[in-house]
């Protein structure tokens, strides 16, 4: 049978239809009662009905990818983890806000459909949904030869959930006294890769094979260390106590992601002393010889979400997160100020 035109510019049809058959049996797992129909169709379908239960249904939407994390999938050819740093950027970005994640798209560009690596792909990100208790509603692969080369891929999406109004958590709520709870990241989570690949691939010259006796592992398996999805975390804490602010510590580090949740006439004072930053940050720091500022306005040091709440909830919110696994604690508090919201770190880290 003759090649067809299609195929002799590079773009495979019959590979793209396998991996959708691959990946049927991981996107089933994910569906929740309200999906309806199944993988294929144009456009996935989801359930509204389910609404009539709240008094205002308030819709909440975000769209993230993963960044240059997936070099170093890419590099290691480990593609089932990083599903978990895309659906972690998604996500948690909507429950920050008191949403319920419904459900997420996703997008694949590579150079080549193979099969059984976008699979892979899916597969992690389908696990990561069914974490996050997400239905994965659909997607796209797109194969773009000429444009990435055959083993390159970028992977993104796009994520829905719904909050009652009347619920939804933010800057308005936050009062002076109120305190900061930190709950642990998995590590360096999906930001700052490029300062990271830059500082200990590039010019330290390290092999991404390389174990790290600080680490305890390899310098990859460190860095391809999957994102904690703390979504389910996060509406079991916000439904035990009073939580007023949330704030997902992504790329522009703790103090750049805890002021966009605070109002003007307030300032948020965290103590370094309260806690340890795992030994990957320390390494970056070290071996880039990167100033304090510039670290902490990249990395999230070893915390993934600030949550900002009434001194009086911390001791429970910290227990229920002890119990799912978190590591939690006090990292600061709230007091008033004049003029614009503002964060400070003070002190220096435990060792």
């Given at each position: ?13 019959e590979a ?34 389910a ?71 899916v ?5 990561a ?62 930001n ?95 071996v ?28 429970v ?35």
């Amino acid at each position: 049978m003759s090649e067809s035109a299609y195929a002799r510019a590079g773009v495979d049809i019959e590979a793209g239809d396998r991996a959708v058959e691959l990946m049927k049996a991981h996107v089933k797992k994910t569906h929740r009662p309200e999906v309806l129909g199944g993988l294929g169709g144009f456009a996935g379908f989801f359930d509204a009905s389910a609404f009539k239960a709240y008094d205002h249904p308030v819709l909440a939407s975000s769209t993230d990818g993963v960044g240059t994390k997936v070099a170093i999938a890419q590099a290691l050819d480990k593609h089932d983890t990083i599903g978990f740093d895309l659906i972690g950027m998604l996500v948690d970005d909507l429950v920050v806000v008191g949403a319920e994640p419904l459900f997420v798209t996703d997008y694949i560009a590579c150079g080549k459909v193979v099969p059984e690596r976008i699979a892979e792909i899916v597969q992690g990100i389908a696990a990561a949904c069914e974490v996050a208790g997400a239905a994965l509603l659909g997607g796209e692969t797109a194969e773009h030869p000429g444009l990435l080369g055959p083993d390159e891929y970028d992977i993104a999406g796009a994520t829905t959930g719904v909050v009652e109004k009347s619920r939804i958590l933010g800057p308005d709520r936050v009062r002076p006294g109120d305190a900061v709870i930190a709950l642990a990241s998995s590590g360096l989570h999906s930001n700052g890769y490029s300062l990271v690949r830059h500082v200990l691939l590039t010019e330290a010259g390290w092999d991404i094979t390389r174990h790290v006796d600080e680490l305890g592992t390899t310098l990859g398996e460190a860095l391809l260390t999957p994102t904690k999805v703390y979504a389910r975390d996060i509406l079991a804490l916000v439904d035990a106590a009073e939580v007023h602010a949330i704030s997902h510590i992504t790329g522009g580090g703790l103090a750049n992601n805890l002021v966009r949740v605070l109002p003007d006439g307030v300032r948020a004072t965290l103590d370094r002393s309260t806690w340890t930053p795992p030994p990957i940050f320390t390494l970056v720091q070290q071996v880039g010889d990167v100033s304090t500022p510039d670290i902490e306005a990249t990395l999230n040091m070893g915390v993934g979400m600030a949550l900002v709440a009434p001194a009086a909830s911390a001791d429970v919110l910290m227990g229920i997160a002890r119990q799912r696994g978190i590591d939690a604690w006090v990292l600061g508090e709230v007091a008033a100020t004049e003029g614009a919201a503002s964060v400070s770190l003070v002190g220096q880290h435990s060792h």
